[in-house]
C-alpha cells in the first residue's frame, strides 16, 4: 500500500510493522498553540504526502476522488451538497409556521426529533429566505448571547447543547433578532427534543412536524424522472407499486422521511434492475430491531454461524471471500466464549456452502462487479444482509447488550492483516454504533488503534471518530479526544490526528481541524516523524477539495512559513509553497490529476495569496521560486487579463510595508521588461 519513494515503513498497513515498545508508553507533549498516511474509501479521496515531497494520492484504485460528505458542518455549507440533501424535500405541515416565523423574526428556534427531517427543513428555510445564498453551520456549543453575525447569509445551529441553551432569555434573543435583521441575515437554531427553554421565548420558537414518508417518496421518483435516471415506463411501474406491498405498509407505518427515500430506492432496483417483490420485501422488512433480536437468537449458540454475522455486521458490502476468511479468525475467540459446541458436520466431510452459512444469517453475496484497487482489477461479490439496516442492528445489539463482546470484535480486528477497505468499513460502523453508547469514556474503545503501529488501524480509529462527531452530543468528547491525541509525543497518536482530519471531521469542521494540525506540527525539522508529515499531507489535501478552504490553508501555510527557520512548520511550510508554485500541492501520482496550483488561486481569488506571497518572497529559500511563479504566471496571462496582474501586484506593494523581497523582484521585473539599450542603440 505504501508509496515508493515515500519516508516512512516500507509496510506500514502489514504484521512486519514495528511494534509500540511497552518499555516507552507515549508521554504527553507540552502544551501547544493552536494557530504513512494512505487512506482507502469507498466513497471518498486517499492523500499522501512527506515534507520533501507531498503526495495527494488515491489508494486501492477505487476511490472515486470525493471525501465523504459530512451531514452537519461549521463553516460554509457547499451549495451542491445542499442542492443534493434537499433532492427529495417535501414540505412538512410545520413549514408555512416555520417560514413566517424566521421571515418576521430572523431567528427560528426549531424544535425536532432526530431523524424526522429538522436539519433538512432547516436547510430549505434558510435556501429560501437567503434566494440560494452563504449558509454557514455554527458550533453547537456557540453562546448565542455574545454572537454576532459576520455577514449576511443563513446559519445554522445543529442541535444546541443544553449549557448554550441555558444562556437564551427575552433580551437576548431580541439583541440577537436586530443584529441579524441589521445584517440582512436569518439564523436557525435546532433545539433537540427534551430540551427546556423558558416560556418567554415562545415568540421565536416552532415544532416541526415530519413530512409524510409517501410524499417524500413521490417527490424523490419525481425529481429521478426529472433527472433522467427513471424512464416514463420506469416511473409509471415505481408509481403503481407504492400502492401495493410491501410498499404501503412500509411507508405508513414509518415517520423519518427516510423511509420515504428507502423505499424509492427499492423501487429503483425492482424496476431498473430487476430485484424481485420479495428481495425488495426482505430489505425493507429485515432491518428492524425485531429482525437483529430473532437472527442472533437462531446463531447465539454456534460459533460459525455468529461469526460470519459479526462480521457481516462490521463488513457489510465487502467481498464474498473475505468476509469468510476473516470471520473464521473470529470463530476461536468466539469458542473460548460460547459453551456449546459448534454444529455437527454429521459425517458431511464438506461442511456447509458459504451460501448455506449466508442463508442462515438472512445475508447473501450481490452479483459479481469489478473493483479495483492496488493497480489491478478483480471480480468482487459484495456481501450484505437480506435487511436494510440489520447490520447495523445486530451490530447495535452485540456491542451494546451483551457484556464483553465489543472487546472481542476489537480484539478481533487487532489481530486481523490488512484487507483494502477493512478500515473504512469497519471504522464507520464503530463510530456509527459508538453514538448508541452511553458513559464518559465512550471513545476509550479506539485509542489502541489511535496507538497503533499500523496505518490502516489508526485510520479506521479516524473514520469512526468522523462519525461520531456528527452527533451533536458526542461531538464535544471527540474534539477532546483529538486535542489530547495531538499533544502526545508518539508519532502514532498524532497521525491519527491528521488522518482524522483527512476525512470527514475535516470537512465538517475545518478551522478546528486546522488548529489541530498546527499542534500536531509542533517541534522541530528534525524531530518530526515522516508518518506525520504525509498524514498532514492528506489532511491539507482533503480541505483544499473545497474552495472555501483554500483562504484558510493558506493563511495557515503563510503562518507557518513566517516562523522561526528550523521548526517543522516553517520546513513543512517551504516545501508546500515550492509545490504549489510548481507541480502543484500536494503533489499526486495518479494520473489525469494535480494538486492545486499557483495559477488555480490567482484566477480563482487572487487576493488569498498577497500574505503568502509576501512571506515567500522574504524567504531566502523560496524567493527564486516565487519569482519564477510569478513572472511565469504574467507570461500565461492573455493580453486583456494584464490588468489583472496590475491590480495584485499593486495590492502586495499596499501590504508589503517596504518588503524587501518584494522591492527585490520588481526591481528584476523592469530589468527584465525594460532592459538598458546597449552602447550606440536608440535612447
Not at 156 to 171: F, R
Not at 368 to 383: D, I, K, L, M, Q
Amino acid at each position: 500500500m505504501t508509496a515508493q519513494g515515500l519516508h516512512g515503513p516500507p509496510n506500514e498497513n502489514g504484521p512486519t510493522s514495528p511494534l509500540p515498545d511497552p518499555m516507552h508508553p507515549a508521554d504527553a507533549r507540552p502544551s501547544a498553540t493552536y494557530g504513512s498516511n494512505t487512506q482507502r474509501v469507498t466513497h471518498g479521496i486517499a492523500i499522501m504526502g512527506s515534507v520533501d515531497r507531498l503526495i495527494f494520492n488515491p489508494a486501492d484504485g477505487d476511490a472515486d476522488g470525493k471525501v465523504v460528505k459530512p451531514r452537519f458542518r461549521e463553516g460554509p455549507y457547499p451549495p451542491d451538497d445542499i442542492v443534493f440533501r434537499l433532492r427529495a424535500f417535501v414540505d412538512p405541515p410545520s413549514y408555512v409556521a416555520c417560514w413566517n416565523r424566521l421571515t418576521g423574526r430572523q431567528l427560528l428556534l426549531l424544535r425536532g426529533e432526530t431523524g424526522t427531517g429538522t436539519s433538512t427543513a432547516a436547510l430549505s428555510l434558510l435556501r429560501g429566505v437567503t434566494r440560494a445564498g452563504r449558509i454557514t453551520g455554527l458550533d453547537s456549543a456557540t453562546d448565542l448571547t455574545e454572537w454576532t453575525p459576520s455577514a449576511a447569509g443563513g446559519y445554522l445551529v445543529q442541535g444546541i447543547s443544553p449549557e448554550s441553551s441555558a444562556l437564551l432569555d427575552e433580551v437576548a434573543l431580541n439583541r440577537l433578532t436586530d443584529q441579524l435583521r441589521v445584517a440582512q441575515a436569518f439564523l436557525v437554531v435546532i433545539v433537540p427534543a427534551g430540551t427546556g427553554l423558558p416560556r418567554t421565548l415562545a415568540p421565536w420558537c416552532e415544532e416541526h412536524v415530519p413530512p409524510d414518508p409517501s410524499g417524500v417518496a413521490r417527490a424523490l421518483l419525481k425529481r429521478l424522472a426529472e433527472e433522467g435516471e427513471l424512464d416514463p415506463d420506469q416511473v409509471r411501474q415505481a408509481y403503481a407499486k407504492l400502492d401495493d406491498s410491501p410498499f404501503k405498509e412500509y411507508l405508513a407505518a414509518g415517520r423519518s422521511p427516510a423511509t420515504g427515500v428507502e423505499a424509492v430506492e427499492e423501487l429503483r432496483e425492482m424496476v431498473v434492475n430487476g430485484r424481485t417483490p420479495e428481495d425488495a420485501a426482505d430489505n425493507l422488512r429485515l432491518g428492524s430491531a425485531e429482525a437483529a433480536e430473532e437472527l442472533l437468537r437462531k446463531v447465539r449458540g454456534n460459533t460459525e454461524d455468529l461469526a460470519l454475522a459479526a462480521a457481516v455486521a462490521l463488513l457489510e458490502e465487502q467481498d464474498r471471500s473475505v468476509v469468510e476468511r476473516l470471520s473464521t479468525r473470529l470463530r476461536p475467540l468466539l469458542a473460548a466464549r460460547i459453551e456449546t459446541p459448534t454444529a455437527s458436520t454429521d459425517g458431511n466431510l464438506l461442511g456447509r456452502s458459504i451460501q448455506d452459512r449466508l442463508i442462515a444469517v438472512q445475508a447473501k453475496a450481490l452479483p459479481r462487479s469489478v473493483a479495483t484497487t492496488r493497480g489491478y482489477r478483480y471480480w468482487t461479490e459484495p456481501v450484505v444482509f437480506r435487511g436494510k439496516h440489520l447490520a447495523e442492528e445486530v451490530l447495535r445489539r452485540l456491542w451494546l447488550d451483551y457484556e464483553g463482546f465489543s472487546e472481542l470484535l476489537l480484539q478481533w480486528l487487532r489481530e486481523l492483516p490488512y484487507e483494502p477497505g477493512l478500515d473504512h468499513s469497519a471504522g464507520r460502523r464503530i463510530g456509527r454504533v459508538l453514538c448508541q453508547g452511553s458513559g464518559p469514556d465512550v471513545l476509550r474503545e479506539l485509542d489502541g488503534f489511535a496507538r497503533s503501529p499500523l496505518s490502516w488501524q489508526r485510520r479506521l480509529a479516524g473514520y469512526a471518530l468522523g462519525e461520531v462527531v456528527q452527533d451533536p452530543v458526542m461531538s464535544a468528547a471527540v474534539r477532546v479526544q483529538l486535542r489530547q491525541w495531538s499533544r502526545v509525543q508518539r508519532p502514532e497518536p498524532r497521525c491519527t490526528v491528521a488522518e482524522t482530519c483527512a476525512g470527514s471531521l475535516g470537512l465538517a469542521l475545518p478551522s478546528f481541524a486546522l488548529k489541530l494540525l498546527h499542534t500536531v506540527m509542533e517541534g522541530t525539522e528534525d524531530e518530526l516523524d515522516a508518518n506525520v508529515q504525509k498524514a498532514v499531507s492528506a489532511a491539507f489535501g482533503v480541505l483544499l477539495t473545497e474552495k472555501d478552504n483554500r483562504g484558510p490553508v493558506l493563511q495557515q501555510l503563510t503562518a507557518w512559513l513566517v516562523e522561526t527557520g528550523g521548526t517543522a512548520r516553517h520546513s513543512y511550510a517551504v516545501q508546500a509553497t515550492r509545490a504549489l508554485c510548481t507541480s502543484g500541492f500536494p503533489a499526486t501520482n495518479r494520473v489525469g490529476a494535480r494538486g492545486l496550483k499557483f495559477a488555480d488561486v490567482f484566477t480563482a481569488a487572487g487576493d488569498l495569496l498577497v500574505p503568502l506571497v509576501l512571506a515567500a518572497l522574504g524567504d531566502r529559500g523560496l524567493y527564486e521560486t516565487m519569482s519564477a511563479a510569478l513572472t511565469q504566471l504574467e507570461d500565461s496571462l492573455e493580453p486583456g487579463q494584464q490588468a489583472r496582474m496590475d491590480a495584485f501586484l499593486t495590492s502586495l506593494t499596499e501590504e508589503s510595508g517596504g518588503h524587501q523581497g518584494l522591492r527585490g523582484f520588481l526591481l528584476a521585473r523592469y530589468r527584465l521588461r525594460y532592459p538598458r539599450p546597449v552602447d550606440g542603440e536608440f535612447r
